[in-house]
């Protein structure tokens, strides 16, 4: 083989090492991510999928982890410490889940209220009704043909009955 072709091809052999130096992890929002250095320091080790093999930079030691991996006098373990940068992360991050939420709830009790308007309507509306159809009256409609026709006593029950199930279910 020539020079030039072994040149080629030890290149083109050496050119894909850089798809082993691949990180993979997922998220807090539960994406996965790629890239060629580490995650974060706030990403869990349960949550990191792949991790480069052989020559790559290795995940630096976490402060938090450090910490964690202390002891006090006692021998007790001492509890993590937060570090500045991820307070802050975790401040904005929780104040943007208080307002969704705070704007979830809002919406959740206008819902309440517009339906709570909906059943009072209802309910008089169906009082209204059954007074109208009260036994003894004539009670007129228009047909869909524009005719005018009486409610016969049969009718009269039936509607009757709707407008008592409506107020069992909307008048409380």
Request: glycine letters at 6%; proline letters at 6%; one cysteine or more.
């Amino acid at each position: 083989m020539k020079p030039y072709k072994l040149l080629l091809l030890a290149l083109a052999c050496t050119w894909a090492t850089g798809a082993l130096a691949q990180w993979q992890w997922l998220d807090k929002d539960g994406r996965k991510v790629f890239s060629d250095r580490p995650p974060p320091q706030d990403i869990p080790e349960k949550n990191i999928l792949k991790q480069p093999r052989i020559g790559a930079p290795s995940r630096p030691a976490s402060t938090a982890a450090a910490a964690a991996a202390s002891t006090d006098a006692n021998g007790d373990v001492a509890a993590p410490a937060r570090t500045a940068a991820g307070t802050g992360k975790d401040r904005q991050l929780e104040e943007n889940k208080a307002k969704a939420e705070a704007a979830e709830a809002a919406k959740k009790q206008a819902e309440q209220e517009r339906q709570a308007k909906m059943r009072a309507d209802n309910c008089a509306r169906a009082r209204q009704a059954k007074v109208q159809l009260a036994p003894g009256r004539l009670v007129g409609y228009t047909s869909a043909n524009g005719e005018r026709g009486y409610m016969d006593d049969a009718t009269r029950a039936a509607e009757l009955s709707r407008a008592d199930g409506v107020i069992a279910s909307d008048c409380q």
